[in-house]
Nanobody, 126 residues
Framework: QVHLAESGGGLVQAGGSLRLSCTASGRTFSVYSVAAWFRQAPGKEREFAAGIKWNDGREYYADSVKGRFTISRDSAKNTVYLQMNNLNPTDTAVYYC??????????????????WGQGTQVTVSS
């Protein structure tokens, strides 16, 4: 089993920044793992924001966040981060960390991920 613990959400004004963290416990990421951040706004489906391949750190982004968000990982800390810059009110959502420990492909469909964090609220005011 894997437990994912997220932190770093909060309230920020438009144009501001936040950094989300997600630390895994129970099992560790390996070269065959991928991690991702999804988000879900009220009344909307959960959507892919960013993903990363654990072995080489290759990053993937949704068009809506490209150029503003950066995903990264720290293998020593078993932690994945999401740096969010130039936030706008449309970024308001609950952000979830997810991982697949047995894949080397970053996919944008939530059903492809085995483990999920509890979510952290990000609210961007105008």
């Amino acid at each position: 089993q894997v437990h994912l613990a997220e932190s770093g959400g909060g309230l920020v004004q438009a144009g501001g920044s936040l950094r989300l963290s997600c630390t895994a416990s129970g099992r560790t990421f390996s070269v065959y793992s991928v991690a991702a951040w999804f988000r879900q706004a009220p009344g909307k489906e959960r959507e892919f924001a960013a993903g990363i391949k654990w072995n080489d750190g290759r990053e993937y982004y949704a068009d809506s966040v490209k150029g503003r968000f950066t995903i990264s990982r720290d293998s020593a800390k078993n932690t994945v981060y999401l740096q969010m810059n130039n936030l706008n009110p449309t970024d308001t959502a609950v952000y979830y960390c997810a991982c697949d420990l047995y894949s080397n492909v970053v996919l944008s469909t939530p059903s492809n991920y085995d483990y999920w964090g509890q979510g952290t609220q990000v609210t961007v005011s105008s």
